[in-house]
């Protein structure tokens, strides 16, 4: 009761005081989101009518609230930070807000196109990214001189292998290989998925018949479990992107196949102990044409459900903007900008003079194709995760199996039958093909 | 004897409670039965058809539900275990007269204040870490190859979590209950000669019997639903092997926004749960009366 | 036994007990010490208890990059308003069911109880739809409805064992001397019972304010209480055990604070009648 009151009194104060509005956005806690929500002040000194209000959460949880929020149209949040598993989905659904008023400076054309693409339904754009990563190898320049070894533009896993063997040196805790092992499917299956694509593997093939009991899948893990059993850090299955992003920045591995937008962390001589010992190689290939390297970005997008879609577009076309690029630059230095999302970005000198990994992200991204993934063709859009509904579940019930063969629990050969056998059972469920 | 006047107005004043329980339990039940025996999922709008059984044979014959199902029964019997003779033992060393007892009983005390998030993540990348954990550090200082917890012991790992934040619980109360005993019982044993362990089996154990059921009633309830510190520190693996029944209805209900599917799980899990209840009543019932 | 006998086990007594509450409370204090390290040496290969430069920068960090009072301030509503409301509801039935018994009584108790057994997942859908149509998301009043429920078979069942170590006659005289049932419960039971009562509204206000799956998903910006601050640092980006640690004991020092103020309250009033 008391509640209700204090509710409309604020109601009535916000309403004399020249209809300001209030928008609330959902982000996740990466740094680059962090500072958004620092610089967020000179968004709102520019627009004094608008109010925001800010919900930052761990990913896994971010994804639940918004999802269970627009599904059920709740109405809680008008900016939501998605990725582009999501966008697509949600898109076809009506979920979303067409992004069409952007403003006239916003310069559509300037999106890099793979990016671009991923956001866009018939020729809509439902979402705006933030920032966009591939992944990439980078590794400790030190320990790759003292094995003798120089590391290749753009490697194969047989020299990722070998390389790895040669840094790794268990008794002064120097690991030769990160990888995710931690299981679900933005962790270790968004990795494993990836590899697989470079070793001729696929998910599904033309007629949604999951491909688990294939000769590719079996490389692929054997190949994984194999390498990390050599030269992995201990708890590798408990390892995401953060832990192994902690594990290189204290100099504990050699070689570290991750997010492009790590490159930034790792050469950040505040947080970074080998922050000028580390060098940059495209993601590995197995001679079959396709790289390793996955295609993700972060993007900002309007619920069908919000009740100010223009307060929270003017919101979206703030951050994602050119001009927001320039404000990260000088508050922080363009080491810190987001990357990966404009093609400007990549022909602006400071920005490649300051970011010793900008080309590689850059030719990451164009490089990566969703719609043709792997060497096979496939039903499904896509390269690290396969945009359906379904995915976040059997992604990470088929994460749950990798891990166990990591951690030697199950065989390769069990893993990947089980996955076999319980994404067969849910694309059942949900009566494939359709 | 209570009037007939009085009895009525007992009843009515116990109503606010069992209504608000009943539209508590009732409300979502049968939303939860209804969606049970539909193909719902929350990202896949449109028709919501009728499936009869189908959620029910696809959450049963689930490969992980056997799994699970037993994972749950080990968890809560792990944790009941640790707590209650950990418990007792910390009953009796804090019953005896030592300094700074109340300094004592609040350090006991503290980890049942912890929220299990925070519980989680501390004891997962502070402590239990293979690498920068605590543990780790120690194992190494000592010469042994440090253990990597959650892919070795995954449910283990969880029991032991969980276990340092309910083992306050559980010797508080049996504190409480060994405070209430007859010293003289105790003075007369010892003048037949009785030793500590006859004292301890027919004297303190008896005793502590009623305490005990109530940390056993207590604890089930909330270990069976269980799920914040397996989300943080396993994800329920590797495999299945830390997965319990509450965490496979999520990954149904909040991974694969399958509502049917999880509606489903939702609903074998209170069968279950009132399975167990109705067993643990049968075995301690008579001793929570009386 | 000599004096000099019970001093030498006194001794061994208090060493052991240390000893043991030491290594339960140690998880707790190294996240305290931990909290005031630089990043660099909360990770070190060779961890000092209190050798390294204290700092309070990760509190700055926490403190400039969420809205931690906001969020203090809606995990105090929400488990006080609860406990109070719950007490309210709870008192009454708990009264009725100790003193004027029936057969059914027992069964209603465990009938109650087992509400607690369903599993919160099982029911997000129903209830997220509910609080929508309501209007009860993402506020207070919404989630001090849900704690308030949540918790009411404990309390029921806490104050049903303790209001029935009350002798009846003490009751039955009030009566006698005409005192109304209102009166009863006021001027007699409540002030035999209140350690039992403060006990109950403790134990409820520490069970809601660690409470992390309902609080989590019905709320965004307005209600979030302190578990969803803690949602925020789970898994930031690179080196985080010193912030992590930071955030965390802002989130469990209030109700650690609480706790070692009413720790003899707790102990004489949870007992769950098992005390006979």
């Not at chain 1, 959902?26 to 520019?46: P, R, Y």
């Not at chain 1, 990725?83 to 069409?100: A, S």
């Not at chain 1, 990439?136 to 001189?145: F, G």
């Amino acid at each position: 009761m008391k509640n209700k009151l204090i509710m409309l009194a604020c109601g009535f104060i916000s309403m004399g005081a020249a209809a300001k509005e209030t928008i609330t956005i959902a982000t996740v806690n990466n740094g680059d989101m962090i500072t958004m929500k620092e610089l967020s002040s000179d968004f709102t000194s520019q627009n004094p009518d608008i109010d925001l209000k800010w919900v930052t959460l761990e990913e896994n949880i971010l994804r639940q609230r918004v999802t269970t929020d627009v599904a059920t149209k709740g109405g809680q949040y008008d900016v939501m930070t998605i990725g582009t598993y999501e966008v697509p989905i949600w898109g076809k659904q009506n979920w979303l807000k067409e992004l069409d008023n952007l403003g006239e400076n916003y310069d559509l054309d300037d999106l890099i196109p793979a990016i671009r693409s991923g956001l866009t339904i018939n020729d809509k754009l439902y979402a705006a990214p933030f920032y966009g990563e591939s992944s990439m190898v980078m590794y400790r320049t030190d320990l790759m001189e003292k094995a003798g070894l120089t590391m290749p533009k753009a490697p194969t896993w047989d020299f990722i292998r070998k390389a790895a063997k040669a840094m790794t040196d268990k008794k002064e805790g120097v690991y030769g290989l990160c990888l995710r092992g931690k299981a679900g499917w933005g962790e270790n299956v968004a990795l494993i998925t990836s590899m697989a694509n470079s070793f001729g593997a696929r998910w599904f093939d033309e007629n949604w018949k999951p491909q688990f009991n294939t000769p590719e899948w079996e490389n692929t893990l054997q190949y994984y479990v194999d390498v990390m059993k050599e030269s992995g850090p201990a708890g590798s299955s408990a390892n995401g992107f953060n832990e192994n992003l902690a594990l290189f920045q204290t100099g504990k591995c050699g070689i570290w196949i991750d997010a492009t937008v790590a490159g930034a962390f790792v050469t950040n001589k505040k947080d970074s102990e080998v922050a000028d010992k580390v060098g940059f190689a495209l993601a590995p290939d197995n001679g079959l044409g396709k790289r390793g390297n996955w295609l993700w970005s972060w993007t900002l997008a309007v619920p069908a459900s919000s009740k100010k879609p223009d307060a929270a577009m003017k919101f979206i076309s703030w951050a994602t903007s050119k001009e927001y690029t320039q404000l990260v630059a000088d508050k922080k230095g363009w080491a810190k900008v987001p990357p990966g999302t404009r093609k400007s970005l990549y022909s602006n000198q400071k920005y490649m003079d300051a970011a010793p990994f900008a080309q590689i992200t850059l030719d990451s991204i164009q490089s990566a194709d969703p719609k043709n993934p792997t060497v096979k063709p496939v039903p499904y859009v896509g390269i690290q995760f396969v945009a359906i509904p379904e995915f976040q579940g059997i992604g990470t019930a088929v994460g749950q199996q990798f891990s166990a063969a990591l951690t030697g629990q199950m065989t390769v050969k069990q893993a990947l039958s089980t996955s076999q056998h319980l994404v067969e059972r849910t694309m059942r469920k949900a009566r494939y093909p359709k | 004897m209570a009037t007939t006047n009085s009895r009525t107005l007992a009843r009515f004043m116990l109503l606010p409670s069992v209504i608000l329980l009943l539209a508590w339990m009732i409300v979502p039940l049968c939303m939860t039965l209804y969606f049970s025996f539909i193909d719902y999922n929350l990202l896949v709008p449109g028709d919501k058809e009728f499936v009869g059984f189908l959620n029910y044979e696809f959450f049963l014959t689930d490969p992980a539900f056997f799994e699970s199902f037993f994972n749950t029964l080990y968890l809560v019997t792990g944790v009941l275990l640790i707590t209650i003779c950990g418990g007792i033992g910390l009953a009796i060393l804090l019953d005896q007269a030592i300094w700074g007892r109340n300094y004592v009983r609040i350090m006991v005390l503290a980890p049942f204040f912890v929220m299990p998030t925070v519980s989680a993540l501390v004891w997962k990348n502070m402590l239990m870490n293979p690498v920068n954990g605590l543990f780790a550090h120690f194992a190494i200082w000592l010469g042994f190859e440090p253990i990597d917890f959650f892919a070795q012991m995954p449910l283990f790992s969880i029991i032991i979590i969980v276990s340092w934040q309910w083992l306050p619980f559980a010797a508080l109360i049996l504190l409480t209950a060994i405070q209430s005993l007859d010293r003289e019982q105790l003075e007369a044993a010892d003048l037949d000669g009785a030793g500590p362990f006859s004292k301890f089996f027919y004297i303190v154990l008896p005793h502590l019997s009623r305490a005990i059921t109530a940390v056993i009633l207590i604890e089930t309830i909330f270990l069976l639903s269980i799920f914040a510190e397996i989300l943080v520190t396993t994800s329920g693996g590797p495999g299945y092997s830390s997965t319990n029944i509450t965490y496979l209805i999520y990954t149904q209900s909040l991974l694969q926004f399958d509502v049917g599917g999880g509606s489903a799980g939702g609903i074998v899990a209170v069968i279950i749960a009132n399975i167990v209840a109705i067993f643990l009543m049968r075995l301690i019932g008579k001793n929570l009366e009386g | 036994m000599t004096i000099k006998d019970s001093r030498r086990s006194k001794l061994i007594y208090t060493i052991a007990a240390w000893t043991i509450s030491g290594m339960i409370f140690f998880p707790i204090l190294w996240t305290l010490i931990t909290s005031f390290k630089t990043e660099a040496e909360a990770i070190s290969a060779s961890p000092s208890l209190y050798a390294f430069d204290w700092t309070l920068e990760n509190y700055r960090d926490v403190l400039s990059r969420s809205p931690y009072f906001n969020h203090f301030w809606n995990s105090v509503v929400i488990s006080l308003g609860s406990s109070l409301l719950g007490l309210l509801i709870a008192v009454p039935a708990a009264w009725s069911m100790a003193f004027v018994q029936t057969k059914k009584t027992k069964h209603l108790l465990m009938w109650m109880l087992s509400t607690k057994m369903l599993p919160p997942v099982g029911v997000l859908i129903p209830i997220y739809l509910l609080f929508r149509d309501f209007a009860l998301l993402d506020t207070k009043l919404g989630l001090v409805i849900v704690m308030t429920l949540i918790n009411l078979p404990i309390m029921v069942w806490m104050l049903y064992t303790y209001f029935r170590e009350i002798p009846n006659e003490i009751l039955e005289a009030s009566r006698m001397d005409g005192a109304t049932i209102g009166e009863e419960i006021f001027h007699v039971l409540l002030p035999i019972a209140l350690p039992g009562i403060a006990s109950t509204l403790l134990l409820n206000v520490i069970l809601s304010w660690n409470e992390a799956f309902w609080t989590l998903i019905l709320t965004a910006a307005n209600a979030a209480p302190l578990t969803a601050f803690i949602a925020s640092y789970s898994s930031p980006e690179g080196l985080f055990y010193a912030k992590l640690s930071a955030a965390s004991a802002m989130a469990i020092v209030p109700i650690l604070i609480l706790g070692w103020f009413s720790q003899k309250q707790l102990v004489r009033g949870l007992s769950f009648g098992a005390v006979k």
